[in-house]
């Protein structure tokens, strides 16, 4: 069955490779050859093709292919350009101008700067409507305009430092296709279901002629891409509701690459020889959290710095990383990794683990201990230090990292009771009442950010009440940094600034930073050109440069 | 019919030892099996801190490691003794099963009683509510439930406990029907008596053999929805049960890697103990009226509660 | 009570309790605190898009409110937009049905038969080991968490049988342009080892109904008359037992069929099959009310309407009930 399946996709991309445009290379040299599918298989959940309704990140994944944007990563995480060969900041930094490249969309239209012009303007006018998603992408954006079919000038009003690594995210969509859709007034914009009108006309190096958001969606190559050529006919990606029967598909060759593979299976996943597993560079940083809102009404002893300082050198990162994520995650200080280098602060340290230090330190404060071992807080209203830690259950592994904290804790008298919740309960009870945090301790969650550090500074500032933070944290001197470090276009001044911010959260403590994980990825043998599947949604080139060998 | 037979006159108390569900008990093999395999049960959780070899939280070596002299069963997903997390499960797996029952038992022996003893609109009323309970599907409900409430040994105990009670309600209300006809409770009612005392005095009595009978078969099924709300990520992660081992153990992919040994004998545990007190259950109902219909298809799992309304219980 | 009145009142009553379920999982789902738009993160999940998330999906309205309009909803068939990809509901609920059912027809099947092949044993060998075997087989059988079955079958059938253990089909098989055949048997081996599990955890109850049916059977008076008239034993089982066994497994049948509906949802998180077990489990944690809500809606109806059809037939098959 397999060796004629193998027969028959090979029938396929030949029969793909004839009928499509013109313009081969040269044939293939050595072992490797041109054509073929690569059989991707994910856990994670398509939601939408609709650009202006989805969030989740496979869909992104296609966007980045299907769709032309102006500049992306590269394999050493920094940016090139991806549709845009060129491009000119006027001197205040108001007026990008971007040279692109000619191409066509996949139904054979001509891809032009106008489309670009299009989308933009067409997402500014709506951004508080039916594109609000879009809308950060092309933030402080005032008109986009395309003086020729190979020119786009994007006007900003003000100068803003991280102009490319939003745009990196500022899909450009056909105008023709989408134009009629959203009409004088983008009514129905998001209930148009692109799922349902395959294929879904792309201009990037591929197209959606399949999609199952349960099953598996089918990305061809576009004839009229305007960079290199894939080696690869098409890409087909396969949902799995967990990662058991992903990797039982892995192994028997009815899936040739998993872009993520659980922590526990890595290392005996690879034994049977034939299938490689990679730990590739992870985005993800899991977190402890305290409740820092200064109004917070039970157990305040917890937002004295000095506290939370002691309390630090409770975390056995070492164990973590070993039970939890079997020696594939590293330890961290900072919400920063070094994914954003340099704009990681290397001189910060991940607190020592130190349980002697850490009861010496809290005998010091005045915590002393009560006949259960349990130490009280001094003072009148002496209470015990027995706190609620939130978890999300959407967390791999979180009960695991909660048990080991809880533990270390038991060990310096301070005792940690578990609350899970769904992610939405959990984030609700963070929040309560009504966004203002009055009523929880601490909690345990991840972040993910992105190769540009801005959002990830962002989680913290005072306006994320109710938004994206979780710990309540509000501090005016942070946010004015941060404001400074988005206008701030000279690459080393800003890193002064964003290494600033991090001694500033490592000093309050709003979180204590656990480890940052690897993303740990399988391939069968027989590929070749492979790259990280963490840029899979942040650029072309992964896709680009797979090959198979046999 | 002599006074005696009409109660009006109380017979002289027996020994429980002679008295003849005990005695059908005792030659049962079936009550003897369950009642042994209960009893053991029991033991080892009181006295798991003792006799187990490792801790609970104590951790002794990597994560899944194989069954070895030392850890005849192997280590699980965190590196813990899979013996000693067996022997602690029991703890956890039967304060949910005997307090969900006991949960169930009172509220559905409460409607059972009421909708028996007070007939008419009450009784109509009260199993409309059961018969809707009933066709709710039970695992979506509790899935919801668990997300609105959060992940506690207390909810998860509510949960089955609110889930559970209707097959008892059932069952009590036909029983209680019975016994309200006869005639000694109509004399005593003639002279004065309150319904509380006519409830208390004489309608438990009778009702409360069958309430242990049911409630013993409501243990069973109250430890085996608990593994099923373990496997869908709502038990408490704090409370080591059968139920979360096999959970924990699928969920770090104990299947890919091979690791039966954190998979097999919770699930083995649970079946026994399930099958244990079924006997027991079954065994005790046969004994008290061995012409009781009580349709144990009627008690099932995925029917959580008694089957939908038979034209004969509408009278 | 006469028969046309009865079934008139079990019909009415059947409605009603959809009608009591649908406001039931209305209410206890939005009493979830938050909701599909409060723990979104990431750089386009600003509050602005969330505010007018929240609007767009009617969520900033009171919750009495969005029930009314849930009902008008309801009362014209329309289920509502899925909170995901912001399409219609009850399309996206026909295909987690379709692939449901089947599977439990074949589940169901499986265990009639092992329910036969044991409660024969059973009654064959009364008082034997066999026979007591035979029914500890199905309790113990049933007594085993299903999942923890379905997980054994995976770690221990399917090689050996060379069956697939997730999903419904293979994915890549359309590209080989299979032909029908190709097409159905893929389906039905995805299908067996969770029909197997299903099977063998609700087979023990056909064991004891066939036992019993056929005791009966051999107790009567009219199988010696009947043997006298030279008809095997066979043949007297085959008339007399089976129609004693009809009712009570048709009825079982159907109740199982609507119960089962539910309990399927731990078999198929297991095998990672994409019925509505399945969707209904997803749902509750994305917060996709009107799929869940749909989702769950269709799962009561079938219960309801599986007991109604079970309570019918029996009127239908032994009338002296009614009477």
């Known amino acids: 069955m397999n060796a004629r399946r193998l027969l028959c996709l090979i029938a396929l991309a030949l029969a793909a490779v004839a009928t499509a445009a013109p313009a081969s290379p040269a044939a293939s040299e050595k072992a490797v050859k041109d054509g073929g599918i690569v059989r991707m298989g994910t856990t994670e959940p398509f939601d939408s093709m609709n650009p202006f309704v989805a969030f989740q990140a496979i869909s992104y994944e296609v966007f980045t292919n299907v769709y032309p944007v102006l500049v992306q990563y590269d394999t050493h995480f920094k940016l090139i350009g991806d549709w845009a060969k060129s491009w000119t900041t006027s001197k205040d930094g108001l007026t990008w101008t971007f040279k692109v490249k000619p191409g066509k969309w996949s139904d054979g239209k001509p891809l032009t700067a106008d489309d670009a012009a299009w989308t933009g303007n067409t997402i500014l006018k709506f951004k508080k409507g039916a594109a609000a998603s879009l809308a950060p992408f092309i933030s402080h954006a005032t008109k986009l305009s395309a003086p020729d079919p190979t020119t786009l000038v994007i006007k900003y009003d003000k100068a803003v430092a991280n102009v490319l690594p939003q745009l990196e995210q500022f899909f450009i969509l056909p105008r023709h296709v989408w134009e009629p859709i959203v009409g004088s007034a983008a009514k129905g914009l998001k209930d148009y279901d692109p799922g349902a009108h395959l294929p879904i006309v792309g201009g990037g190096s591929f197209y959606v002629t399949k999609y199952d958001k349960k099953g598996t969606t089918i990305l061809t190559r576009n004839p009229g891409y305007y960079g290199t050529r894939p080696h690869l006919d098409a890409v087909g990606i396969s949902w799995f509701a967990n990662s058991d029967a992903m990797i039982a598909a892995l192994k028997s060759n009815d899936l040739d690459y998993v872009d993520s593979v659980p922590q526990t299976v890595a290392t005996t996943l690879g034994k049977s020889g034939d299938i490689q597993v990679i730990p590739g560079p992870g985005i993800e940083v899991r977190d402890f959290g305290f409740n820092s809102s200064p109004k917070k009404k039970k157990n305040r002893e917890l937002l004295d710095p000095k506290l939370r300082a002691a309390l630090s050198h409770a975390f056995d990162r070492k164990q973590m990383i070993d039970v939890v994520w079997r020696g594939l995650a590293q330890p961290r200080a900072t919400l920063v990794t070094p994914l954003s280098s340099p704009y990681m602060n290397t001189k910060l340290q991940p607190e020592k683990y130190d349980l002697a230090l850490a009861n010496s330190m809290l005998d010091k404060l005045g915590y002393k201990r009560g006949s259960d071992g349990i130490r009280r807080t001094p003072g009148a209203n002496s209470h015990p230090m027995s706190y609620g830690v939130i978890t999300p259950t959407s967390v791999q592994g979180i009960n695991r990292e909660f048990a080991i904290v809880r533990d270390s804790f038991q060990k310096i008298g301070v005792k940690l009771t578990q609350r899970s919740y769904d992610a939405t309960t959990a984030f609700t009870e963070i929040t309560k009442p009504n966004n203002k945090y009055l009523d929880f301790d601490m909690m345990m969650w991840d972040w993910l950010g992105y190769f540009d550090p801005d959002y990830i500074l962002s989680v913290v500032g005072c306006d994320q009440y109710g938004g994206w933070s979780d710990t309540a944290y509000c501090n005016p001197a942070y946010d004015k940094l941060y404001q400074q470090q988005g206008v701030t276009l000279d690459p080393e001044k800003r890193q002064q600034i964003v290494w600033k911010m991090q001694e500033i959260l490592y000093r309050d403590k709003p979180y204590i930073q656990l480890a940052q994980l690897k993303l740990v990825y399988a391939f069968r043998n027989g590929w070749t050109g492979i790259a990280p599947p963490i840029l899979n949604a942040s650029s072309k080139l992964p896709w680009l440069n797979l090959q198979k060998t046999s | ?315 | 009570m006469r028969s046309t009145e009865y079934v008139v009142r079990r019909i009415a009553f059947a409605f009603a309790t959809i009608f009591v379920a649908a406001t039931l999982n209305f209410v206890i789902f939005r009493a979830a605190p938050g909701d599909a738009t409060t723990a979104m993160r990431c750089l386009s999940c600003t509050d602005e898009v969330r505010a007018q998330l929240r609007q767009e999906l009617g969520l900033d309205k009171s919750k009495f409110q969005q029930y009314v309009i849930y009902l008008k909803d309801l009362a014209h068939g329309d289920l509502g937009r899925s909170f995901q990809n912001r399409q219609p509901v009850l399309p996206q609920l026909w295909q987690p049905l379709k692939n449901t059912l089947p599977m439990l027809l074949l589940g169901t099947f499986f265990s009639i038969l092992f329910g036969l092949i044991t409660g024969v044993v059973a009654a064959w060998r009364r008082g034997t080991l066999p026979e007591r075997l035979s029914v500890w087989t199905g309790l113990a059988f049933f007594s085993l968490p299903t999942q923890w079955l379905g997980i054994m079958l995976i770690l221990y059938l399917a090689d050996p049988l060379g069956l697939p253990t997730n999903g419904i089909s293979d994915p890549y098989l359309s590209f080989s342009n299979p032909s029908l055949w190709a097409e159905f048997t893929d389906r039905l081996s995805h299908m067996v080892l969770p029909s197997l599990t299903l099977g063998l955890v609700l087979f023990g109850e056909y064991t004891l109904i066939t036992r019993s049916a056929l005791l009966e059977t051999f107790g009567e008076d009219y199988v010696l008359t009947a043997r006298a008239k030279g008809l095997t034993t066979w043949q007297v089982v085959r008339t007399h037992a089976f129609r004693n066994s009809l009712l009570p497994i048709t009825t079982l049948i159907f109740i199982s069929l609507g119960f089962i509906t539910a309990g399927s949802i731990l078999i198929e998180a297991v095998f990672n099959y994409p019925g509505i077990g399945l969707l209904t489990y997803q749902s509750v944690f994305q917060k996709d009310y009107p799929m869940l809500q749909g989702a769950f809606l269709v799962i009561t109806a079938s219960v309801v309407i599986a007991n109604l059809i079970a309570d019918l037939l029996y009127i239908k098959l032994d009338p002296r009930i009614v009477e």
């Open chain 2, 1 to 315: 019919m002599s006074a005696q037979a009409e109660g009006l006159v109380v017979a002289p108390r027996r020994r429980l030892r002679d008295n003849a569900v005990v005695v059908a008990l005792r030659g049962s093999h079936q009550a003897i099996f369950g009642g042994a395999v209960l009893s053991v049960v029991i033991l080892i959780a009181l006295l798991a801190p003792w006799i187990a070899p490792y801790g609970e939280h104590e951790r002794v070596g990597e994560v899944f490691e194989p069954p070895s002299s030392a850890h005849w069963l192997g280590l699980d997903d965190g590196g813990f003794d899979m013996v000693s997390l067996m022997m602690f499960g029991t703890r956890v797996s039967l304060i949910v099963g005997f307090s969900a029952a006991l949960v169930a038992m009172l509220i559905g022996g409460s409607v059972g009683i009421i909708a028996g003893f007070f007939g008419g609109r009450t009784d109509t009323l009260l199993m409309r509510i059961t018969d809707y309970f009933i066709s709710i599907p039970d695992l979506p409900l509790m899935i919801v439930v668990a997300a609105v409430w959060g992940r506690s040994l207390r909810n998860i105990i509510l949960i089955i406990g609110v889930i559970y009670w209707t097959s008892t309600a059932r069952v009590v209300r036909a029983q209680v029907k019975s016994v309200r006809e006869r005639g000694y409770i109509r004399r005593t009612r003639v002279l004065g008596a309150s319904n509380m005392r006519l409830i208390v005095r004489h309608v438990l009595p009778q009702v409360a053999p069958l309430l242990v009978a049911t409630s013993v078969l409501m243990v069973a099924y109250a430890i085996f929805a608990e593994t099923a709300i373990a496997f869908l990520g709502l038990g408490d992660p704090s409370a080591t049960s059968w139920g979360l081992l096999i959970e924990n153990a699928f969920a770090r992919d104990a299947i890919t890697v091979g690791a039966w040994w954190a998979i097999v004998p919770p699930g083995i545990a649970v079946a026994i103990v399930v099958v244990a007190l079924t006997m027991l259950g079954t065994a005790i109902e046969d004994a008290l009226n061995p012409r009781l219909r009580v349709s144990h298809v009627s008690v099932r799992r995925f029917k959580l509660r008694a089957a939908p309304p038979r034209p004969e219980d509408e009278t």
